[in-house]
């Protein structure tokens, strides 16, 4: 059985449909049904089109918007906002949408078609089928733009800390990544689906039904472009943080060369006078210790007078 039913009236007035014929005396019927619902399958086999039945019931899908008949074939995605997962776990809504009747199936919840449904138990449903659409486009643009706007503030809270000489760390950036490649992945063909249905010539969108699509598929595009700008802005956040490691990497390299400079010769001399073996100067003189500690010194400080000298310090 579906989720919901409404017969939905030109004046938004909206009631529960009394059967599960595909239109009825209303303006136009919504059908909305959970794609786990074993009675879809054989619904859509006795009422659709064929090809119809197949976009809805598919497995997987990514978004488009194709003409067929006397109606549209509409697959939308957005943005996971149910607990079983991440944001970039892009929910699946598919349409059928002809003049006389609408249907929705999801996977997992579409919170964007919560606002219809409330609409409808207020009997203030979209008049018409153009601006039914529109509001499933503006409910998904404003979700995704909500979680887009909290994805800017995190990479700039890293790029802060980075202008401030506190490097993020390079653990922070894969998870707002992460979420960005999950979610440009189903967003930037959806923008071109939407541009295609703004674009369509259709009897069902009239003037005002674009006015209003138009500003929805407006922020749908500003939010995919965002991500574009989000996914190049970590880009080089991610290079800068590999070059500031990699001088911090030569810095102590660069140290630890300048101490084996200064140390190798001091090493040279004390390994050479600590062979036991007989002949070695100053064996039977009491102050031959005291004298090999003062030209230890003094060969340190003439290395470090050179490195200071030739500018390596």
Not at 29 to 48: K, N
Not at 67 to 74: E, R, S
Not at 141 to 148: I, K
């Amino acid at each position: 059985m579906p989720l919901l039913t409404y017969d939905i009236w030109a004046d938004g007035r909206a009631e529960p449909a009394p059967d599960l014929d595909p239109t009825g005396p209303a303006h136009y019927r919504w059908f909305h049904f959970d794609r786990d619902d074993p009675a879809l399958d054989p619904w859509c086999d006795s009422h659709l089109p064929e090809i119809v039945a197949q976009s809805l019931l598919q497995s997987e899908t990514r978004p488009r918007c194709d003409v067929f008949q006397d109606g549209l074939i509409i697959n939308l995605r957005s943005v996971n906002l149910n607990t079983d997962g991440p944001v970039d776990l892009m929910v699946s809504l598919r349409m059928w949408v002809a003049e006389k009747t609408i249907v929705t199936v999801r996977l997992r919840k579409v919170f964007a078609l919560d606002g219809i449904k409330d609409s409808c138990a207020r009997n203030d449903a979209p008049p018409t089928v153009g601006q039914f659409l529109g509001q499933v486009v503006q409910g998904l643009s404003e979700r995704t733009h909500d979680v887009v706007l909290d994805l800017t503030e995190q990479v700039e809270t890293l790029e802060d800390a980075f202008e401030n000489d506190a490097a993020p760390e390079a653990s922070h950036l894969p998870v707002p990544r992460k979420t960005i490649i999950g979610l440009r992945r189903y967003l930037v063909p959806q923008s071109a689906a939407l541009t295609a249905l703004l674009n369509l010539e259709s009897p069902m969108l009239n003037r005002l039904d674009r006015l209003h699509l138009r500003e929805a598929v407006n922020q749908a595009l500003v939010s995919s472009e965002a991500l574009e700008s989000l996914a190049a802005r970590l880009s080089a956040l991610q290079d800068h943080i590999d070059a500031h490691i990699a001088r911090q990497h030569s810095r102590n390299g660069y140290a630890l060369s300048l101490i084996a400079a200064i140390f190798l010769p001091l090493g040279f001399i004390t390994g050479l006078f600590g062979v036991n073996l007989a002949g070695m100067p100053g064996v039977g003189w009491p102050g031959a210790f005291a004298a090999l500690c003062v030209g230890i010194f003094v060969i340190a400080g003439l290395s470090f007078a050179i490195l200071k000298w030739s500018k390596l310090l």
